[in-house]
């Protein structure tokens, strides 16, 4: 077996979030950070119609249906194929296509969405650099789809990398909207770049 696989199952055996996602009906343990930012935040409040970015294998989308009234549905997207979960459309694409933006477009079905949140995280290359262009590249993709389906007070949930743009990307969201606040759940490991910052009352 591969060094890195090792280390991976070794971290999956000792991490207590990986742990109690195994016990759950939670799909990955991914859950517990859109759980903590949504026990803090309370991001589904008024959220009725939701779009899920960078989906599979479906963790977020199973949260998020859990918390719609009876009208509410979630929208998601992944490049990878996802398994059905209840309340949920799941588009298959690469987010990087104007064909798929333009499919969860189609799937608000002329709505607006009160809420779209994003994990997608491209595929590590171990070139820093690279990694973080290819990230910031998703994050702006995410920011444009928001500006095209987030209703005026909507809100949007996004996965950065602390690195080169991140700054810049977060101007551009004060811009848009009423307020702008970082979140590190404690899900998040602490050796890992990746942050969630939370953008509220998107007022264009
Ligand atoms: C951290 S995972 C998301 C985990 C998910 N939030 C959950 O709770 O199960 C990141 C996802 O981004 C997806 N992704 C990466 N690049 C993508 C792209 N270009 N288009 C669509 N999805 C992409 C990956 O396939 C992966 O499933």
Not at 74 to 97: C, H, N, R, W, Y
Not at 164 to 174: F, I, P, R, S
Request: with cysteine; glycine share 6%; aromatic share 8%.
């Amino acid at each position: 077996m591969a060094k890195s696989n090792k280390s991976w199952i070794h971290r999956q055996d000792k991490d207590p979030y990986a742990k109690k996602a195994r016990g759950s009906h939670f799909r990955s343990r991914a859950v517990y950070k859109l759980s903590e930012i949504d026990k803090k935040d309370r991001l589904f409040r008024t959220a009725q119609t939701i779009i899920d970015i960078g989906a599979s294998p479906g963790s977020w989308s199973q949260y998020a249906s859990e918390q719609l009234g009876p009208q509410g549905r979630v929208i998601a997207v992944d490049i990878l194929p996802m398994q059905p979960i209840d309340k949920v459309s799941f588009i298959k694409g690469d987010f990087t296509e104007d064909q798929v933006m333009r499919a969860c477009m189609a799937g608000l079905a002329g709505a607006q969405a009160d809420l779209v949140i994003s994990d997608i995280a491209p595929n590590l290359s171990g070139v820093k650099t690279r990694d973080q262009a290819c990230s910031m590249y998703l994050a702006e993709l995410v920011l444009d789809f928001a500006d095209e389906a987030l209703k005026q007070g909507g809100d949007l949930l996004v996965k950065l990398f602390q690195g080169e743009g991140t700054d810049q990307y977060k101007k551009e969201l004060n811009k848009r909207f009423q307020k702008v606040m970082v979140r590190k759940p404690q899900a998040s490991r602490d050796s890992s770049r990746e942050f969630y910052v939370l953008a509220r009352g998107y007022q264009v």
